[in-house]
């Protein structure tokens, strides 16, 4: 096919990492991203500070740094910790956890900014005759704020997506063997690196263009009571 | 013990005064880096988002591929594709182009240009779209030639609508060129790993660059603020 020398399977064991680290994370951006949102919009001060403080500080740092940061000082925290309840041998990080824990982080903050937009259009109206009617917190949120703030939530939603699926290339640096990795070490013995990097970026194209027709789908799917389509 | 001996016992600040000359070669160097891109990629941007714009689908379509590709792709995989990529197709010792790509730094500055190239004719594209018709008829009716309208309507109408998007490509772009400290590069993020291999002292030398990057980005949106305020104000409400 492109000349693969038998590193076809590598690759596409490598590509179902990053399809698991990119899904794992995006889980948890959308869940810190929707409690951040709550946070920002609470009418308790110090949570909105903490909302703030997250979201200004994660998206003034490269997310590189952060994982360095996450993986290197994670590593350290945890063998000072063990060796403190008297733990002996060296702990080493998982890379998955570490790399799957800091995009989730990072893309938290995008994540609650996209939220925080989407539960402002809601009309407020609604949930207030959700609490007449007698429903909890929970319910309100499920059944009235989230099918309708979805909708306003998905571009941005989608954007962030994007941007996080690109991002996961970063987990190569901190040794997860995604498809990137795999490729540095199927051009190392085969000294072609243009073939598997260019390889790498086509299997990227692939996620990408999926997600585009995904996300159109899904916007229609949540447009459905506003648009004019039969 | 209060909490500033805490501090002073758990972090090692001695290390980041110890190296402060050599984070500030890196903040050099990252701004550099970044600065020089953007202003190659925006030069880039602009005529590749007129053909982008074209009615003629084999002129169009080479630009939508382009786009697609740098943004479809992380840039950590486009910047190895140039640095360790391009010794497949030309000996790296043998002529000045390879000299060229043997360079880690001039490698960087190919792989951060098309990239940022690629978003920013997507986002001068997106605004000249917007461009309303009644300006463009309006130059028309002056007897402006095609060239007259885009250089004095077109082009300036769309870069002020550009300039929000274009701020957060800049961020973007910044904190994208962390990944030069990976090839070698002696960046913020560079220098930043050096300190904590050389000290194994993980906080000290990562928080420390993520203030850096803090600040710049601080200083790049401050920036666009100002532009925003003095190119905008007619989109502002009278107060």
Same mark, same amino acid.
């Given at each position: 096919?492109?000349?693969?020398?038998?590193?076809?399977?590598?690759?596409?064991?490598?590509?179902?990492?990053?399809?698991?680290?990119?899904?794992?994370?995006?889980?948890?951006?959308?869940?810190?991203?929707?409690?951040?949102?709550?946070?920002?919009?609470?009418?308790?001060?110090?949570?909105?500070?903490?909302?703030?403080?997250?979201?200004?500080?994660?998206?003034?740092?490269?997310?590189?740094?952060? %994982?360095?940061?996450?993986?290197?000082?994670?590593?350290?925290?945890?063998?000072?910790?063990?060796?403190?309840?008297?733990?002996?041998?060296?702990?080493?990080?998982?890379?998955?956890?570490?790399?799957?824990?800091?995009?989730? !982080?990072?893309?938290?903050?995008?994540?609650?900014?996209?939220?925080?937009?989407?539960?402002?259009?809601?009309?407020?109206?609604?949930?207030?005759?959700?609490?007449?009617?007698? %429903?909890?917190?929970?319910?309100?949120?499920?059944?009235?704020?989230?099918?309708?703030? %979805?909708?306003?939530?998905?571009?941005? !939603?989608?954007?962030?997506?994007?941007?996080?699926?690109?991002?996961?290339?970063?987990?190569?640096?901190?040794?997860?063997?995604?498809?990137?990795?795999?490729?540095?070490?199927?051009?190392?013995?085969?000294?072609?690196?243009?073939?598997?990097?260019?390889?790498?970026?086509?299997?990227?194209?692939?996620?990408?263009?999926?997600?585009?027709?995904?996300?159109?789908?899904?916007?229609?799917?949540?447009?459905?009571?506003?648009?004019?389509?039969? | 013990?209060?909490?500033?001996?805490? /501090?002073?016992?758990?972090?090692?600040?001695?290390?980041?005064?110890?190296?402060?000359?050599?984070?500030?070669?890196?903040?050099?160097?990252?701004?550099?880096?970044?600065?020089?891109?953007?202003?190659?990629?925006?030069? +880039?941007?602009?005529?590749? @988002?007129?053909?982008?714009?074209?009615?003629?689908?084999?002129?169009?379509?080479?630009?939508?591929? &382009?786009? &697609?590709?740098?943004?479809?792709?992380?840039?950590?995989?486009?910047?190895?594709?140039?640095? &360790?990529?391009?010794?497949?197709?030309?000996?790296?010792?043998?002529?000045?182009?390879? @000299?060229?790509?043997?360079?880690?730094?001039?490698?960087?500055?190919?792989?951060?240009?098309?990239?940022?190239?690629?978003?920013?004719?997507? /986002?001068?594209?997106?605004?000249?779209?917007? *461009?309303?018709?009644?300006?463009?008829?309006?130059?028309?009716?002056?007897? +402006?030639?095609?060239?007259? *309208?885009?250089?004095?309507?077109?082009?300036?109408?769309?870069?002020?609508?550009?300039?929000?998007?274009?701020?957060?490509?800049?961020?973007?772009?910044?904190?994208?060129?962390?990944?030069?400290?990976?090839?070698?590069? +002696?960046?913020?993020?560079?220098?930043?790993?050096?300190?904590?291999?050389?000290?194994?002292?993980?906080?000290?030398?990562?928080?420390?660059?993520?203030?850096?990057? +803090?600040?710049?980005?601080?200083? /790049?949106?401050?920036?666009?603020?100002?532009?925003?305020?003095?190119?905008?104000?007619?989109?502002?409400?009278?107060?």
């Amino acid at each position: 096919m492109l000349g693969l020398h038998g590193y076809e399977a590598s690759l596409v064991s490598g590509a179902w990492v990053t399809l698991q680290v990119a899904l794992s994370s995006l889980f948890i951006s959308v869940v810190l991203g929707i409690l951040t949102a709550l946070a920002k919009l609470s009418k308790a001060t110090p949570l909105r500070v903490i909302g703030t403080l997250y979201t200004t500080v994660i998206r003034g740092i490269p997310d590189l740094v952060l %994982m360095l940061l996450i993986f290197y000082g994670g590593q350290m925290l945890v063998n000072v910790i063990a060796e403190s309840v008297g733990y002996e041998e060296y702990i080493d990080v998982n890379p998955f956890i570490a790399g799957v824990l800091t995009i989730g !982080f990072i893309f938290g903050a995008y994540m609650a900014e996209t939220f925080r937009g989407a539960i402002m259009a809601v009309d407020q109206g609604q949930l207030e005759a959700g609490k007449a009617y007698g %429903m909890t917190p929970w319910l309100i949120f499920r059944r009235i704020l989230f099918p309708q703030m %979805m909708r306003h939530a998905l571009p941005g !939603f989608g954007n962030n997506w994007l941007v996080l699926l690109k991002t996961t290339a970063l987990v190569a640096i901190i040794g997860l063997e995604d498809m990137v990795r795999k490729a540095q070490l199927a051009s190392g013995s085969t000294q072609e690196p243009f073939t598997f990097y260019f390889a790498v970026c086509l299997i990227f194209l692939l996620y990408t263009t999926v997600s585009i027709l995904l996300l159109n789908w899904a916007e229609r799917h949540f447009s459905a009571s506003v648009s004019r389509e039969a | 013990m209060d909490f500033k001996e805490v /501090i002073l016992q758990y972090v090692d600040y001695k290390v980041i005064l110890d190296n402060l000359p050599m984070y500030f070669d890196g903040l050099v160097m990252t701004v550099q880096l970044v600065f020089i891109s953007l202003v190659i990629g925006l030069c +880039m941007a602009v005529p590749l @988002a007129v053909l982008r714009l074209s009615k003629n689908r084999w002129v169009a379509w080479p630009v939508w591929l &382009y786009t &697609y590709f740098f943004r479809g792709t992380p840039l950590l995989v486009q910047l190895f594709l140039i640095y &360790y990529g391009m010794g497949q197709f030309i000996d790296l010792n043998a002529s000045s182009i390879g @000299a060229f790509f043997k360079d880690a730094y001039y490698c960087a500055l190919v792989a951060f240009t098309l990239n940022t190239a690629a978003y920013t004719t997507e /986002i001068i594209r997106g605004a000249m779209k917007e *461009t309303p018709r009644g300006e463009i008829e309006a130059a028309k009716a002056y007897g +402006m030639s095609y060239f007259q *309208t885009f250089y004095r309507i077109i082009l300036p109408s769309a870069f002020r609508r550009a300039l929000p998007a274009y701020c957060n490509e800049v961020v973007f772009m910044l904190h994208g060129s962390a990944i030069a400290g990976v090839v070698t590069i +002696m960046d913020i993020t560079g220098v930043a790993r050096v300190v904590y291999s050389r000290f194994y002292t993980p906080f000290e030398a990562f928080i420390f660059a993520g203030l850096l990057y +803090m600040m710049l980005t601080f200083l /790049i949106v401050w920036a666009f603020k100002q532009l925003e305020h003095r190119w905008l104000a007619h989109l502002r409400p009278r107060s």
